[in-house]
């Protein structure tokens, strides 16, 4: 997902953060559902608000992943969505960009001037959750070139390595209402995947295949980086965690739902050791500078799998 005017955050202690609160759910659980594992079913609503009038489809989703912010102002949407039916008990995370402001959320003022770096532009984002945070942007200090600090701090990897293991350490010092610590999510920043494997829970990847021919040299496949991940073969405790795998291909912008046969060999039939993504939870999105309802899975042609998430009107 792309943005207008984004600002690099200086690393901050977690007080300096508007952390989100635990929801008074109506159902109360004692772990993780069984089908919080790699491979899982999801989908992503991150531009509106989720319409919970009508049927949220699609219904095989089984983890969801919708702006904080937007939960805050309709605080009907996570237990909707976490709860659609007596037998379906959903995951839910939730966007929060972790490593900038935008200035047209709700706490930018909350925000001191001496903590705000350099401005950026369209920069791909991610959002926040209730059983999880999906944290974006936490490598914005050298997004497009790693190691060369873009905040106008002078930060380093170390710097970096610090302020992610201080939020999820923070994070799962929370219980949730099911009993189990708030997890905390990987963004990206596959050059980190090696060490922030053994601190995050799940990890969230954009265009981890390349970008199918287009600008070539600029944005390199990365999936393999974490196949460790899922396998769960390096970490002590050999926890198999979640990837999810969202592609913006080409033939999807300008609002198209027409995914191109090219397109579709490309993203959902090549070999899945070869990509590097064996078990990852992949979703089809929309390439724009939202991540709206839309949604198309991985099925047998470029024609099936659509669904359309209905959200409510901005504004």
Not at 43 to 71: C, K, L, M, N
Not at 172 to 190: C, D, E, I
Not at 273 to 288: A, C, L, P, T
Request: aromatic content about 12%; some cysteine.
């Amino acid at each position: 997902m792309k943005i207008t005017t984004t600002y690099l955050l200086a690393l901050s202690a977690p007080s300096v953060i508007a952390w989100p609160s635990v929801w008074p759910y109506e159902k109360r659980a004692t772990a993780l559902p069984s089908e919080w594992k790699p491979g899982v079913p999801w989908q992503i609503v991150i531009h509106a608000p989720i319409d919970i009038r009508t049927t949220v489809i699609p219904t095989q989703a089984q983890v969801w992943d919708v702006d904080y912010f937007h939960s805050l102002a309709h605080p009907e949407i996570i237990p909707a969505i976490r709860n659609p039916a007596p037998d379906v008990d959903n995951v839910v995370l939730c966007y929060v960009n972790i490593g900038a402001i935008e200035q047209y959320e709700a706490d930018y003022s909350s925000f001191p001037k001496d903590a705000i770096g350099n401005s950026y532009e369209d920069y791909p984002e991610a959002e926040i959750g209730c059983d999880g945070i999906d944290a974006d942007n936490i490598d914005g200090y050298d997004w497009d070139e790693p190691g060369v600090d873009k905040t106008g701090w002078h930060l380093t990897e170390a710097d970096l390595i610090t302020y992610v293991t201080t939020l999820a350490d923070y994070a799962h010092s929370l219980n949730t209402l099911r009993g189990v610590p708030l997890m905390f999510g990987q963004k990206n920043a596959n050059h980190l995947a090696d060490r922030l494997i053994h601190i995050v829970d799940f990890a969230v990847l954009e265009d981890c295949q390349g970008l199918n021919g287009r600008l070539p040299g600029v944005h390199e496949a990365y999936c393999h980086d974490f196949q460790d991940f899922v396998t769960g073969e390096v970490r002590s405790d050999g926890k198999k965690l979640p990837v999810f795998e969202i592609e913006y291909p080409g033939s999807t912008e300008n609002g198209s739902t027409n995914l191109t046969k090219s397109d579709w060999e490309y993203y959902c039939n090549r070999d899945k050791v070869e990509v590097g993504n064996v078990d990852f939870s992949q979703v089809i999105k929309h390439e724009s500078e939202q991540i709206d309802g839309w949604v198309q899975y991985c099925s047998e042609s470029e024609k099936m799998g659509k669904f359309w998430t209905v959200t409510l009107p901005i504004g």
